[in-house]
C-alpha cells in the first residue's frame, strides 16, 4: 500500500478514536489485516510464549494456585491464578534473565486472561472456599469459548470498511490465551 493510502488509512482510524499508527500486515480484497506491532513482532511473541513452558503446566500452576490459596483463602480464585501465574513468570525470567520489555508483554497477556476469567467467574467465588461454581458462570466460560473460536472471535478487531474492505486487528497471542484460559477455568472451576 503507498504511503498516501497508508496515510489516510491512519487518519480514517485516528477519526474512530483509535490511538497510535497501524501498519498493513496483509490485504485481500475483502480485509485489510493491520497491526500497531513492527513487522516480526508476532512472530517473536509466539517463540517467546513457547519457551515460557511453566505458564502451560497445568500442575505447576495448580501447585502455586493452592500454595497462594492456602495462605491467602479470602483472594478471589481469578486474582489466586492471576497471581500464580504471574510468580511463575517472574520465576522464569529471573532465571533466564530475560528482557523487562519482553516480559511485560506476556504479562499484558495473563492480565488479559485474568480479567477474562474474573468476568466468567462473576460471583467471586473465593480460593479457599469448597463452594463450586455457579451454573451462569458454567455457562458464560462456554460462551466465551466459543467467541474465541468464531469467526469474529475475542481476539478479532473490526475498525469498520475502509475503501470497501474491512479493516482488522487480530491479537498474536490468542492460542495462547486460549491455552491459558482454559488452565485458569480447570483450576478455578472447582473448590479448594
Known sequence: MSDPEDHRLNAWLAELGIEGHRRIVRRTPSTTLVSKFE??????LIARLDNFPGLF???????????????????????TWHRASLELL??????HALDPREVAEV???????AALLDSVLF?????????AISEAEAAAYAEVLERMD?????????????????????CPGSRF????FEQAWTICSVGA
Open 123 to 131: 460471583t467471586g467465588p473465593l480460593a479457599g472456599s469448597d463452594a
Open 90 to 95: 517472574a520465576e522464569h525470567a529471573g532465571k
Open 57 to 79: 503446566d497445568l500442575a505447576a500452576v495448580r501447585a502455586r494456585y493452592a500454595h497462594l490459596a492456602e495462605s491467602a483463602p479470602t483472594e478471589t480464585r481469578a486474582a
Open 39 to 44: 513487522p516480526g513482532f508476532a512472530q517473536a
Open 177 to 180: 490465551a486460549r491455552q491459558l
Open 150 to 170: 468464531a469467526e469474529s472471535s475475542l481476539f478479532t478487531r473490526n475498525y469498520g470498511y475502509f475503501n470497501d474492505t474491512l479493516v482488522v486487528n487480530y
Open 107 to 113: 504479562e499484558a497477556g495473563i492480565d488479559s486472561v
